[in-house]
Each structure stands twice: as structure tokens, then as C-alpha cells.
């Protein structure tokens, strides 16, 4: 029996239930906490009390609600975990609190000792209900100079730099401003430079209208150009038999033949008054777009983009303008800025 008696006094050791109120003193309506832990071995099974919202703790005395248990690992063996009430009174008395009990392992266990919880009321005047004071007013703090000192000279320090920047904007607008010329400029491939020309010819030479020789001067000039920008040759310095010449070792001696035909004929109308039937030109107008058409490159459209190159004068204004734009930026920021500051501080001044 002895043995059974101090084995359960040991296991009973090790279980430990301990509860604090706080505060406990409130006013009528507000809010105190009962902190509920309890001690014990890991792995055993705590119940803790549980209340519904508003349910009596104890006659006067309500349950607001509780929170999640919060469990602290004391060493390898022993664990604690607790619980917290909120709890209310609305009548002015003083109430003693009866300890809680947790149970473990189905086993109840109750905190030691006995709290108290004062309730107090606020003293109301039952006797003149009617009678009672308006709010005292609002007093007026004391000027202080050395408050606004600082404020002072931040805002005679903006309206300097918006002088500052007002003069600089003036003195830039003023100036002549120097503008980069910038000339876009676009290149277009030899074939089809030749064949917007050729278009422009046939337009304007439609049946038999037109000057046979302005028409073959025209074509031939079209030609040449398209040689000199394709293959590099000379073409508008050289004669009809060196272009021939020249392009046999570009090209085949089919197509040179064709050309050698329309540049002999176009000689022949220019210088010796020769008339070229109808189908003769348009002969001749297909075998240069044959020509081009077999010859052109992989070349397309692109344009580029060139400056013009400023004079020293010009490049001395230019850094000007510059340092007078980065000073407009810099200054009006800082006038932003320091503005920004002295409200905050002028409305935090006011308002307290």
C-alpha cells in the first residue's frame, strides 16, 4: 500500500495546473485575462475547459472567448501548454474567481490558490442628471520663434531658387536654340532606283507621243546610271562600244548583245535623226528590264540616319544649354522637395 501510495503521489508530481488573472481590477465593461497552464509529461492528453460566447464563468462574470492553446516543449520530458480567457463584468462588485481545473489523462486537476476580480463603476451625479459642463477649450500654444526659425528660411531659400529657376527658363527661351541637324536619308538598291525611272519613262511616252531622243537619252541615261551604281563603271564617260566591252566580263553575251542594240539605236536617234519604229522602243525598254531583272543584287531599302557636323560656336552653346537644363532640373527638384517639407511640418505644427 505504501508503494502504491507514493507511486501515485509521484505521478501526481508530475501533473501541475497553475492560473493568473490580469489585471484584476477593471473598470465596468472592460476586459481582464485568465492565463490557464498546465505541466505535465509529453505524450499524456490535456482537456481544457470550454465556453461558449458569453457563457458564465461564474454568477456576474461572462466568457468573451478564448484562444488557440499555446504548447512550450520544457525539456525531453515535460511539456507545458496554456490557454487564455477574456472575461467581463457589468455589475461593480467584487467576485472570487474558484480555481479552474484541467483534465489529464481523464483525471481532473485544479490550479491552486483563490483570485479576486474588483469590478468598480464610474460615479454618476443621480441627483442633478440635468446638470453637467461643456468641454474645456482649445488652448492656444505660445509662439515660439525658434519653432518656425527653420521654416522661415526654407521657404525664403525656395522662393530664391524658384527665382533662380524662373531666370534661367527666361535667359534659355530667349536664346537662339541650336538644333541638331539631322538628315534621314534613304538609300534605295540600283535595280530599283532604275526601275522607278523606267516606270516614269513609259508613263510619259505611252504609244507614240513623245520626243524619240528625249525618250532614248532618257533610257540609255537610266542604263548607264544603274551600270555605274552595280558594277561600278563609268558608264556615263564611256562610249557605247567600251560599256559593251566592260560588261562582257560581267555578264552573259546574250544579254550584252541586247544592250549593244538599244545603245547603237539610241546613238542613231540622238546623232544621225534616226526614227525607231513603236515596237522597236518597247523592244528596247524590255531588254533593260531584262537586264536589271538579271542582274540586280540582295540589296533592299534602308535608311540612315546623318548628322550634320556642328561648328565650334555652335558646339560651345550647345554645352550651355545643357549645364543650364541640368541646373533647372536640379534646383526645381530641390524647391519640390523643401516645399514638401515645410507643409508636413507647418500641418504637424498646427494640428498639435
Do not use: C
Amino acid at each position: 500500500m505504501l508503494i502504491i501510495l507514493l507511486a501515485s503521489m509521484t505521478a501526481m508530481a508530475q501533473v501541475k495546473v497553475e492560473m493568473s488573472l490580469e489585471p484584476m481590477e477593471l473598470l465596468v465593461g472592460e476586459q481582464a485575462d485568465i492565463t490557464l497552464s498546465v505541466t505535465m509529461k509529453e505524450g499524456q492528453q490535456a482537456q481544457f475547459p470550454d465556453y461558449q460566447y458569453t457563457a458564465p464563468l461564474i454568477p456576474g462574470v461572462e466568457v468573451l472567448g478564448m484562444k488557440d492553446l499555446d504548447t512550450v516543449r520544457l525539456d525531453d520530458q515535460r511539456v507545458r501548454l496554456s490557454r487564455v480567457y477574456t472575461i467581463t463584468s457589468f455589475d461593480d462588485t467584487l467576485y472570487y474567481l474558484s480555481p479552474m481545473e484541467v483534465k489529464v489523462d481523464g483525471k481532473p486537476y485544479k490550479a491552486s490558490g483563490r483570485y479576486g476580480l474588483k469590478v468598480l463603476t464610474v460615479e454618476v451625479d443621480t441627483l442633478h442628471p440635468n446638470q453637467f459642463f461643456p468641454p474645456k477649450g482649445v488652448q492656444n500654444n505660445p509662439f515660439l520663434w525658434s519653432e518656425w526659425a527653420p521654416l522661415f528660411w526654407l521657404s525664403l531659400l525656395i522662393l530664391l531658387l524658384i527665382a533662380a529657376v524662373t531666370y534661367l527658363y527666361v535667359r534659355l527661351r530667349d536664346n537662339k536654340p541650336v538644333i541638331t541637324r539631322i538628315r534621314f536619308v534613304r538609300h534605295v538598291p540600283p535595280h530599283q532606283k532604275a526601275m522607278i525611272q523606267i516606270s516614269k519613262i513609259k508613263g510619259e511616252h505611252v504609244d507614240t507621243g513623245g520626243d524619240q531622243k528625249e525618250y532614248y537619252t532618257r533610257l540609255t541615261d537610266t542604263l548607264r546610271v544603274y551600270l555605274e551604281e552595280r558594277f561600278g563603271i563609268k558608264a556615263m564617260e564611256m562610249t557605247t562600244g567600251e560599256i559593251v566591252e566592260r560588261l562582257r566580263q560581267e555578264e552573259d553575251q546574250s544579254k550584252i548583245d541586247e544592250l549593244r542594240d538599244l545603245l547603237e539605236t539610241a546613238d542613231l536617234v540622238k546623232f544621225a535623226k534616226h526614227t525607231a519604229l513603236l515596237n522597236e522602243r518597247d523592244r528596247n525598254m524590255a531588254s533593260v528590264v531584262e537586264f536589271i531583272e538579271a542582274t540586280k543584287g540582295e540589296e533592299t531599302a534602308t535608311v540612315e540616319r546623318v548628322e550634320t557636323a556642328l561648328t565650334d560656336s555652335e558646339r560651345r552653346s550647345k554645352r550651355s544649354r545643357h549645364v543650364i537644363i541640368a541646373l533647372i532640373a536640379v534646383m526645381s527638384l530641390l524647391a519640390i522637395v523643401l516645399f514638401g517639407y515645410v507643409v508636413w511640418n507647418v500641418f504637424s505644427m498646427m494640428a498639435f
